[in-house]
Each structure stands twice: as C-alpha cells, then as structure tokens.
T-cell receptor, first 116, second 112 residues
C-alpha cells in the first residue's frame, strides 16, 4: 500500500513568489493534515480536513496561505506571496479519523521550502 | 493555549547506555502519542497512551503516561545506533476535536 505522497520534495523560490504543495493521502483516510516544521522544532498544525471540510484552520495564516481539498481526497496548500520566514518543511499527514478513537497519523516525506 | 514541552533537547549516549526523554503538558491531556523522526526523514508513529498511569513496552522502549495525564516519558534500554533520531511527544487536550500539539523533540545521538 502506498504511503502519503507529497510533491515537490524540494522547492526554492524568491520572496514574494507564489508556491504550491500537493499531497495525496493514504487511500481511504478521511482526515488530512498540513503541518509546518521549522528546523529543530516539532510539527505545527496549519489545517486539518475531515473529508472536504476544513475543521481546524486556526493556525493557518489566512492572509497569505490557502488550502483546498475539493473532492475529499488529495489536497493543495498554497502560499502567495512567500516570505523569508516561510522557509520550512511542509508535512502532510493522514489518518482514518474516528471521533471515538483517535488514530495514528501517517506522514508524507514533506516538501522542503527555501525562500531566498 | 496548550503547550507541550520536552526535555532534554539533545542527548548524546554511548551505545549500550540507557536514554530517557520527558514530556510535560501545561494542561491535562486526553491522550498522548510518540513519534520518531530519523535524520532527513518524516515523523513515524510509535505508540499512543490513553489511560492514567499507563505503561506500554515495545522491545527496548518503555512508554509511561503520568497519573495526572499531564506528563509522559520514553525510556530506551541499551541504546543501539539504530535508535538515532528525534523523538517527539504529541499531546491531545481534553475536550478538543483531535488537534495534536507536538513537543519540540529530543534528538538522540548514539556513539558506537
């Protein structure tokens, strides 16, 4: 069974440019997460989807970040315009979320973003 | 808001020595998960603890959840070079809708 797929793996852009990341979760996983991981830190949740609904986007900087999961399967995270401080690894994770039993999250390999 | 702190930030041990990392939450947790991230890799789930005072073992790894459900620990007996990586705890607060708060991690280096 394929794991969580993310692309691209690496991205280098200049500040003020737009950038987009793509994630395909494990088949059948209804919950999808986008995290940002800064160097030497733990992952920080940006947004969580249950199917196509964003149920927690409180940590998403909405002035420049946007995300979508139109059909409840794959998802795209966009930054426009990018700032120097956005340099980080962007991780996507998925789980078979059940409100009665919180399940483990499966992480993708991440996209390492460098903003120059 | 809820915070999860881990200590130490780094630990260097000789192969065969034991290792422990501690996780403390500012609020009572409904459960806690542990993840391992190898250098250059992504976090991989290790275990979830739910009950107060729970202890779980995976070979040389022992996980504990405190009685007050505000702290947890991971102990590795007789470390091996394959244990190298960063260990994260991630706590889920009581009454929330499933958001995990990750600690900053403990990075373990093992000298052969």
């Amino acid at each position: 069974e394929a794991g969580v797929v993310q692309s691209p793996r690496y991205k280098i852009i200049e500040k003020k440019q737009p950038v987009a990341f793509w994630c395909n979760p494990i088949s059948g996983h209804n919950t999808l997460y986008w995290y940002r991981q800064n160097l030497g830190q733990g992952p920080e949740l940006l947004i969580r989807y249950e199917n196509e609904e964003a149920v927690d986007d409180s940590q998403l900087p909405k002035d420049r970040f946007s995300a979508e999961r139109l059909k409840g399967v794959d998802s795209t995270l966009k930054i426009q315009p990018a700032e120097l401080g956005d340099s980080a690894v962007y991780l996507c994770a998925s789980s078979s979320f059940d409100r009665s039993a919180y399940n483990e999250q499966f992480f993708g390999p991440g996209t390492r973003l460098t903003v120059l | 808001g809820q915070q999860v702190m881990q200590i130490p930030q780094y630990q260097h041990v000789q192969e065969g020595e034991d290792f422990t990392t501690y996780c403390n939450s500012s609020t009572t947790l409904s459960n806690i998960q542990w993840y391992k991230q190898r250098p250059g890799g992504h976090p991989v789930f290790l275990i979830q603890l739910v009950k107060s005072g729970e202890v779980k073992k995976q070979k040389r790894l022992t996980f504990q959840f405190g009685e007050a459900k505000k702290n947890s620990s991971l102990h590795i007996t007789a470390t091996q070079t394959t244990d190298v990586g960063t260990y994260f705890c991630a706590g889920r607060g009581s009454g929330n809708t499933g958001k995990l708060i990750f600690g900053q991690g403990t990075t373990l280096q093992v000298k052969p």
